[in-house]
């Protein structure tokens, strides 16, 4: 089920930075950590970050390490991925994900929540 929102996506050039957010209503979703997750064309969903709800703990896929940074507020409820140096590869519909695996997971299954998607196209 659809209970998460995010926010941030466009179309942008290589060499550009967006910064995603996804707010997690609180009486409605119980999690321990979020995640981003993307999908591009023709491939299979794929993990990008996640980040633990006590202690800010993150878990980072290698294509994001240096570029993208997951955060969070937790007096908002919102969790955050600042992208930058984006390239064309990074086209994709990325999605916020929330659920309870104990430490940040890359496994999609892990996570109950998710949102409908923010569309980020990245032009050459």
């Known amino acids: 089920q659809a209970q998460l929102v995010e926010a941030g996506g466009g179309l942008v050039q290589a060499g550009d930075s967006l910064r995603l957010a996804c707010a997690a209503p609180m009486r409605t979703t119980r999690w321990d950590t979020m995640a981003w997750f993307r999908q591009a064309p023709r491939k299979e969903r794929e993990f990008v970050g996640a980040i633990s709800r006590v202690g800010s703990r993150t878990k980072d896929a290698d294509f994001a390490k240096g570029r993208f940074t997951i955060s969070k507020d937790d007096a908002k409820s919102t969790v955050y991925l600042q992208m930058n140096n984006l390239q064309p590869a990074d086209t994709a519909v990325y999605y916020c994900?929330?659920?309870?695996?104990?430490?940040?997971?890359?496994?999609?299954?892990?996570?109950?929540?998710w949102g409908q998607g923010t569309q980020v196209t990245v032009t050459a």
């Open positions: 994900a929330a659920g309870q695996p104990g430490n940040p997971s890359s496994v999609p299954s892990s996570y109950n929540s």
